[in-house]
Structure formats: structure tokens, C-alpha cells
């Protein structure tokens, strides 16, 4: 089975700081992995992914992720954040192979103070 | 753009009724999944579908029921609703062709009392 752990609940930062929004997660298979964001009063969309290629996953709104085999995590980070950028982010995991869900961490409520 | 409905918004029950969510997607798409989303829980699966008449039981499934009768459609069945489902609930689906990618419903937020 898969685990996904998020190890901040709750990351408050302010304007145009920096940000790391770390995940770590446990399979004994190789996994995809992505972050999800949800923005206040809305569903889940997806930020970015990894499935395979080059270890460093970018956005298109400046977010970037690292996939780190041997410590078997994928942190998010941004340079300088947004007020726009208030959300909770979701990290998660899917067998490559076999069963095909997604197994979802707690998630992590990014504040952005002004 | 893939486009996930939720029938309902936001949703009030008493303990005991019967509870139909229902979702909608767009895009021929054949997957489509149930999540509940709890504070500090994250999402947890339901069920999901693999195609019409298809389901299979997700992570919780203790509680509810689904129903694929159409590609388009996917309903969540809360036969005799609690307080402990109170949850915000959302739908997504999935074009087989692209399993990694999964669209999400905007949520349906229950409230049973």
C-alpha cells in the first residue's frame, strides 16, 4: 500500500517570501507523484506532476517540485509567493502499475500574509 | 475544457434520509471516482467506476452506495445518512487513455443533522 505524508498542516507566510511546502511519501512500488491545489470554495486541480524524465517538475504559475528517489520525497516550492497563491495543497501518489487511485496526503493550508 | 458537475453545492440532511450526490462529466471520459474530504484527513476514496455498470470499493466505503448507469453520470448513495458523513464530497473523472490525470467536481459540501 501507498502513504502519502504532508508534514505541515498549516504553512502562513508572507507576500513574495519564500515557500516549501514539504511531502514525503512510502510504496514499495514505483510511483507517479502530483500536487493538487484548492483554492477557497472550489474543487482540486492539478499544479504539476511526475511520472517520469527529469527529477524537477515545474508550473506554470512558478511552483516547482523535486522528486528525491532515495529520500522518497517531492516537496513544492515557489521563490516569492502570491496572495493569489492562499490555497491548500494536496500531495499524492499513484501505482504506476496495478490499481490506479490516487492515494492523497492531509494537505497543507498555505497562508499568504500581506 | 473537461468539465466535472456536482449537483449540489452545499446540502442539508436529517439523520436517516436517503441521499442522492450526483456528478456529471463532459467528456466521454470511462473512469470516475468518489472522494470525501475531511480537515486533516485529506481525500479519501469512496468508490470509483470503471465504466458504465462497473464499481469497485475505494479506501471507506462503509455507508454508501453508487450507481453507473450512464458513461456521463455517477451518483453517491448515502442509504440512511449520519452525522458522522457530514463531509464535503467531490466527484472526478478520468479518460483511461491519460490515468494520471484526474478532473475534479467543484464539491458538494453535506451537512447531515
Known amino acids: 500500500a501507498q502513504s502519502v505524508t504532508q508534514l505541515d498542516s498549516q504553512v502562513p507566510v508572507f507576500e513574495e517570501a519564500p515557500v516549501e511546502l514539504r511531502c514525503n511519501y512510502s510504496s514499495s512500488v514505483s510511483v507517479y507523484l502530483f500536487w493538487y491545489v484548492q483554492y477557497p470554495n472550489q474543487g482540486l486541480q492539478l499544479l504539476l506532476k511526475?511520472?517520469?524524465?527529469?527529477?524537477l517538475v515545474k508550473s506554470i504559475n512558478g511552483f516547482e517540485a523535486e522528486f528525491n528517489k532515495s529520500q522518497t520525497s517531492f516537496h513544492l516550492r515557489k521563490p516569492s509567493v502570491h496572495i493569489s497563491d492562499t490555497a491548500e495543497y494536496f500531495c499524492a501518489v499513484m501505482r504506476i502499475q496495478g490499481a490506479q487511485k490516487l492515494v492523497f496526503g492531509q494537505g497543507t493550508r498555505l497562508t499568504i500574509n500581506p | 475544457d473537461v468539465k466535472v458537475t456536482q449537483s449540489s453545492r452545499y446540502l442539508v440532511k436529517r439523520t436517516g434520509e436517503k441521499v442522492f450526490l450526483e456528478c456529471v462529466q463532459d467528456m466521454d471520459h470511462e473512469n470516475m471516482f468518489w472522494y470525501r474530504q475531511d480537515p486533516g484527513l485529506g481525500l479519501r476514496l469512496i468508490y470509483f467506476s470503471y465504466d458504465v455498470k462497473m464499481k469497485e470499493k475505494g479506501d471507506i466505503p462503509e455507508g454508501y452506495s453508487v450507481s453507473r448507469e450512464k458513461k456521463e453520470r455517477f451518483s453517491l448513495i448515502l442509504e440512511s445518512a449520519s452525522t458522522n458523513q457530514t463531509s464535503m464530497y467531490l466527484c472526478?473523472?478520468?479518460?483511461?487513455?491519460?490515468?494520471?490525470?484526474?478532473?475534479f467536481g467543484p464539491g458538494t459540501r453535506l451537512l447531515v443533522l
Open positions: 511526475y511520472l517520469s524524465g527529469s527529477t
Open positions: 472526478a473523472s478520468r479518460y483511461i487513455g491519460t490515468r494520471e490525470t484526474q478532473y
